[in-house]
């Protein structure tokens, strides 16, 4: 675990760099502000700064090594929806300087845009060689040398050869310096210099909505489908064995003909009508199924806690 100390004395960050712009666009455009302090709900911000100390390669021992690092802070976080896909983006910064009293801050700063996924994906991260294989957990090849010379995947065994395939492997390859850091429904992905303009992003946005477009859709949907988000959250709110059956039976039958209908794994639960029943019927699910459903929890109970 790199070290999160913040830097005794010095600014806060409050002066660093906006990206020219970017407040106006996202106002025009109905994007959401979001807060600075977790922008990405406590999935990727660890990830982001675990990123910014490989990319500085930052030691472990930073006492030895005679460097102080501060934690890493978020600055102009906005959430927008395109094509029915949240997609988050903000600016991390980390104060990485020497351990020398009244030494002057040195914010390293990286840019940072999460996608929404329909599912789970078996993969943690994809990370340049030179720079991230310390980051590399259960490292996994992807039988293409060229690739596996520039990137270094955590997956489990076969993961890698399911989801990257050769025209994902394309889109990744586009750049040496991306970071690709996958934490539950998230796709991010992070790299070195922080966004400094509004094309940045907007660039940023379809580099890694491409990179998800191309993963087949024998591994991950196409689309996020919110149909049934609303019955997940009453689902979620569920406290009793009680509740659940009766919301089970009491689910109108207009509800059950939108359920049996929707493009979500509860489809598969539209004539059940007891906990029993829903459980039984879980178990029958193939595996894409089953990490699908939990992310469309995860989904729903993430946005409840920040409602």
């Known amino acids: 675990m790199w070290p999160f100390r913040r830097r005794r004395g010095g600014n806060s960050g409050d002066d660093l760099p906006s990206p020219a712009g970017l407040g106006a666009f996202a106002r025009a455009n ?9 922008p990405f709900d406590g999935h990727l911000e660890d990830g982001v700064h675990r990123v910014t100390c490989a990319i500085h390669r930052v030691p472990s021992n930073t006492v030895m090594a005679g460097i102080r690092v501060g934690n890493t802070i978020f600055r102009d976080s906005y959430r927008t929806t395109v094509n029915g896909r949240t997609v988050i983006v903000s600016n991390g910064w980390t104060n990485i300087q020497t351990e020398v009293q009244h030494a002057p801050d040195h914010w390293r700063g990286v840019a940072v845009c999460a996608a929404e996924l329909p599912s789970v994906l078996p993969l943690a991260r994809i990370s340049p060689r030179d720079t991230g294989a310390e980051l590399a957990v259960s490292p996994s090849p992807t039988s293409n040398p ?21 025209p994902v492997q394309q889109q990744i390859m586009a750049r040496d310096d991306w970071f690709f850091w996958i934490e539950r429904y998230l796709f991010g992905c992070i790299s070195p210099g922080a966004f400094t303009s509004v094309e940045d992003v907007r660039e940023r946005i379809d580099a890694v909505l491409r990179v998800i477009a191309a993963i087949p859709t024998s591994v991950l949907p196409d689309h996020v489908d919110h149909a049934a988000d609303d019955l997940i959250a009453r689902i979620s709110r569920l ?21 049996a209908t929707s493009d979500t794994p509860l489809a598969a639960f539209a004539d059940v009508r007891s906990p029993q029943e829903a459980m039984a019927r879980f178990k029958t699910l193939d595996q894409q199924r089953k990490m699908q459903l939990l992310a469309m929890f995860m989904r729903v109970k993430d946005a409840q806690r920040n409602t």
């Open 30 to 38: 109905g994007w959401e502000a979001v807060g600075d302090e977790r």
């Open 239 to 259: 406290t009793s064995m009680e509740e659940a059956m009766t919301m089970l039976q009491h689910l109108t039958p207009t509800e059950r003909d939108q359920l």
């Open 146 to 166: 060229e690739f596996d010379r520039r990137f270094v995947v955590s997956a489990p065994p076969d993961a890698a050869l399911e989801v990257l395939t050769p």
